[in-house]
């Protein structure tokens, strides 16, 4: 366990080693239990501040953020674009600068493709406090914690072998971004876990971040494969995790018209993509099913499914906000 993590930036799973991961899990289940005990957790980070700043909507994120604060005794102040000189073109820099004089944490979301993970950084480089994901076009760092934290209160907290499949599933709500199976790609495999993933051609993840995961595999010992076929990625999983992303990297330029018409295109032709019954019956008796949430219900998953034994979709979305306040109060917690 390394605990020495106070101005840590959480942006990337990848830049925390596995003890200091560990520390946020093992602080994630003692505020849990003392939420359960309604045990007072307000000494951790009293009359501190962190800046929210939201490009796109959220539920889980700001309200386990926000709600976290409180629970440790601080203040979140939750901002937009639209609220702040951002609109007027004020750069990561000046906004970095700035912020970091006033509170003690900045935490953002900006999941514009080839935009965010790089908007991210830019602030982190300029403020002299930790900047928090609260994801971007690269990764859901703040997800993946919480998924890995579930997974373990399930299975227990040797996950060597596991068996998890990642796969895609049919959605047109609107184009997801890769961030949470990027995340899960990078972090399973550094437990050791068997992780599939399951996609069509059409919609493929960002290939260093899965040669880092390969990497990851190798290294703990765990393994990961590719499918494009999903009645095979589900065959005998103790953990399935359908969703859907974006196809971004299966077309030439996903920002131009013609991008826009072919990841439709490419969409469409995959609505069976769905997590049915049928499906979880090719998976492990026991199996979980889980979904970061907002689910896309009767084209991602349908209701029987999400609503049935193997669900674990409401205890994830709890350990949001666990996770969330373990990383501010080991990242927070005082001015440099
Ligand atoms: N899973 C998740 O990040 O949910 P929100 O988009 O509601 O924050």
């Avoid at 901002?79 to 944490?105: C, Y």
């Avoid at 493929?204 to 076929?229: C, F, W, Y």
């Avoid at 953990?239 to 018209?257: A, T, Y």
């Avoid at 979904?291 to 084209?299: C, E, I, N, Q, V």
Wanted: aromatic letters at 8%.
């Amino acid at each position: 366990m390394d605990s020495i993590l106070r101005g840590k930036d959480f942006i990337a799973t990848q830049d925390w080693s596995k003890g200091e991961l560990n520390t946020i899990l093992k602080l994630s289940e003692e505020l849990k239990l003392k939420f359960a005990m309604n045990e007072p957790t307000d000494n951790l980070l009293r009359a501190q501040t962190i800046f929210m700043m939201f490009f796109e909507q959220s539920t889980r994120t700001r309200n386990s953020i926000e709600a976290g604060i409180t629970q440790l005794g601080g203040h979140a102040h939750d901002l937009t674009p639209d609220k702040m000189q951002i609109s007027h073109g004020e750069s990561a820099r000046d906004t970095a600068k700035v912020l970091s004089r006033f509170g003690h944490g900045i935490a953002i979301r900006n999941c514009f493709f080839g935009i965010g993970n790089q908007y991210l950084n830019n602030v982190a480089e300029h403020a002299e406090v930790p900047i928090i994901s609260m994801q971007d076009d690269y990764y859901h760092p703040l997800q993946g914690i919480a998924d890995l934290m579930t997974i373990r209160e399930k299975l227990g907290n040797n996950l060597k072998g596991t068996k998890v499949t990642v796969s895609w599933a049919y959605a047109d709500t609107h184009a997801k971004p890769l961030s949470v199976p990027q995340t899960q790609a990078l972090l399973f495999t550094r437990f050791g876990m068997d992780v599939t993933f399951a996609y069509p051609e059409e919609f493929p993840l960002m290939p260093a971040i899965m040669e880092q995961a390969r990497k990851n595999a190798e290294n703990s010992g765990g393994r990961l494969q590719v499918t494009h076929d999903m009645d095979e990625g589900f065959n005998g999983a103790q953990i399935v995790i359908p969703k859907n992303w974006g196809g971004f990297l299966g077309v030439e330029d996903p920002e131009s018209d013609e991008g826009k018409k072919e990841i439709k295109a490419n969409l469409e032709k995959y609505k069976d993509w769905i997590c049915d019954e049928r499906r979880m019956d090719l998976t492990d008796k026991h199996s979980l099913y889980m979904h970061a949430l907002p689910a896309d219900r009767g084209h991602e998953v349908t209701d029987p499914v999400i609503d049935g034994p193997h669900s674990v979709i409401y205890d994830e979305a709890e350990n949001r906000l666990h996770t969330a306040k373990a990383i501010m109060a080991l990242t927070m917690g005082g001015r440099p």
